[in-house]
């Protein structure tokens, strides 16, 4: 990975159970991306098939090393990396909410959600099985789904193995009070901004936009740099590009004066 | 701890947002389902006003047709202010007045019928003219229940709370209030006794035994913030009207999971086939 990246994130709706209809979408921003000269390009979550899928999950499954919709986004992707999420399912008929990184023709890199949430509005852990696996791709870049970050060990470990940029990829439905933005986004940019602090890493939210079932996603991807300050933001609700500027080197030189990550001790006996 | 001070506050939205996304959710409606637009019965009263105003922001005001469905009995300012608000949107309307089908039915079949009857009538008279209103127009029947009534079971079932979108329903009645005051709506509109205007002379709060103000709260604190009735009280709302408010929203439960279906096959519609919309 270059130390100097021109990241894109494609806030995007989805149109809810139609891969063939997503797909096209998914081609469109692929082009605008490439126009503005993006390297890598992040989607959201379950982007190819919209995240409140309940009995459809099973019928938008694809098979990743033998999907003609991957294919396709490898074809068009070219020398950009993109991140997409879809259903993945595995010899045995499991279905994963996974996150690929496509680069160079191939599959780089496999993230399935490691944390389904089960409450609430969300019932994904009656339709997928729990990742079990975590790592960096092989240049260092992380990758989590939504949930994942609200267990700061992954995105801990994940810096830990090496990654210096961690990218959220996230289907986060909003809510409103009296606030100027909603209430759900303050949560995230609480999360994303201590991310980024404690870790000394770059963390790239994905969150898509559009409504399914009554409940609306907010959008707000934002970027925010090693430290925890937001350099970029999205607008609320609106399909966007957003383009940011990261200087990977920018980790190492803040880990220079501030060795948190290098810090961490695993030997430390009582709770764990 | 919340208290009951800061309930009002904690009811209180961010209009411009709140707008923002109702409006978005008619628009991506209208545009997913590939219809033309909506209809929206006007009854004068400021739910309807305001979900009228969100769609002509959402659709522009000529995907908006407004019907006023008066009965003989309604009151003459109704109308009046209901046509004043699609003016001020620039909506069309149209007035069917309903009292020729609801007099035929009860005079010829059911003379000693009582007022909820003859309530409930209209009620599902005026649902059935906007759904074939809506067919006529390829166009989606806009709802405009509130939160409020939903959890009271305040509302006809198969009338006035059936739609086929609804932007207001997980708005409190103040908080339609704040809004219908934010998009500056006629004045008489938002001050108004509420009232579903089925007799003379009636309202909703002198029905119900309570201020909405007072039930917007409770019921934000039991059904939002899950606290027991007995926690409700502690914090200075009055029993009766706490017991009366958990009894309502308790037995209308009914009027917001519409569609009991009869499982036998293991591979029932919405229990084991829950198949979304988008």
Redesign the interface.
């Known amino acids: 990975m270059s130390t100097q990246i021109t990241l894109g994130i494609a806030q995007i709706d989805a149109?809810?159970?139609?891969l063939a209809a997503n797909l096209e979408r998914h081609l469109g921003w692929i082009e605008r991306a490439r126009e503005s000269g993006v390297d890598l390009l992040v989607f959201p979550e379950l982007s190819l098939t919209?995240y409140?899928?309940?009995?459809?999950t099973g019928k938008v499954a694809e098979r990743p090393d033998d999907s003609e919709i991957v294919s396709r986004l490898l074809a068009a992707a070219g020398k950009m990396s993109v991140v997409v999420g879809l259903v993945e399912e595995d010899r045995k008929g499991v279905l994963y909410n996974t996150a690929l990184l496509l680069r160079a023709g191939k599959i780089a890199h496999t993230h399935r959600k490691l944390y389904l949430p089960t409450y609430g509005i969300f019932q994904e852990g009656r339709f997928f099985g729990p990742g079990n696996h975590l790592a960096p791709a092989a240049d260092g870049l992380g990758i989590l789904i939504c949930e994942d970050l609200w267990h700061p060990h992954l995105a801990r470990g994940l810096a830990l193995a090496g990654a210096k940029i961690v990218v959220v990829i996230s289907a986060s439905p909003?809510h409103?009070?009296?606030?100027?933005?909603?209430e759900s986004q303050d949560s995230w940019e609480a999360l994303t901004r201590s991310t980024a602090l404690v870790n000394t890493c770059w963390v790239v939210y994905c969150n898509r936009v559009?409504?399914?079932?009554?409940s609306?996603y907010t959008g707000g991807s934002h970027v925010v740099r090693p430290g925890g300050e937001i350099v970029e933001r999205a607008p609320?609700?609106d399909e966007t590009l957003l383009i940011a500027e990261i200087d990977v080197r920018e980790v190492d030189r803040l880990r220079w004066r501030l060795p948190l990550v290098h810090a961490t001790r695993s030997d430390i006996e009582g709770v764990q | 701890m919340i208290r009951k001070e800061d309930v009002r506050d904690r009811l209180r939205l961010n209009a411009e947002l709140a707008e923002r996304v109702l409006s978005s959710f008619i628009k991506d409606a209208v545009q997913t389902t590939g219809t033309e637009g909506v209809v929206v019965g006007l009854s004068g009263g400021v739910d309807s006003a305001l979900a009228t105003a969100l769609a002509a922001r959402a659709l522009g005001p000529d995907r908006v047709l407004a019907l006023l469905l008066p009965y003989r009995t309604s009151a003459a300012e109704s109308t009046e202010d209901g046509r004043e608000v699609a003016a001020q949107l620039a909506v069309e309307t149209r007035t069917i007045d309903i009292s020729p089908m609801i007099d035929a039915y009860f005079d010829e079949n059911e003379t000693d019928a009582e007022q909820l009857r003859r309530g409930n009538k209209m009620a599902r008279e005026r649902m059935g003219i906007l759904f074939d209103q809506a067919k006529k127009r390829r166009a989606l029947v806009l709802g405009t229940s509130n939160k409020t009534e939903i959890l009271l079971g305040y509302s006809t079932i198969f009338g006035d709370n059936a739609s086929s979108i609804n932007p207001l329903g997980d708005l409190y009645k103040q908080q339609v209030w704040q809004l219908a005051e934010h998009l500056s709506l006629p004045k008489q509109v938002v001050e108004k006794k509420p009232s579903a205007d089925l007799w003379p002379g009636q309202t909703d709060e002198g029905e119900l035994g309570f201020a909405y103000r007072t039930a917007d709260e409770v019921l934000y604190l039991m059904f939002d913030r899950g606290l027991s009735a007995g926690e409700v009280v502690e914090r200075g709302y009055d029993t009766d009207v706490v017991t009366r408010i958990e009894q309502l929203e308790r037995n209308n439960r009914f009027k917001r999971r519409l569609m009991l279906i009869a499982r036998l096959s293991g591979s029932a519609i919405n229990l084991d086939r829950e198949i979304p919309r988008d």
Request: glycine share 26%.
């Open positions: 149109r809810l159970g139609d919209g409140r899928l309940l009995h459809l909003g409103l009070g009296p606030g100027e933005t909603p559009g409504w399914e079932e009554g609306f609320f609700l």
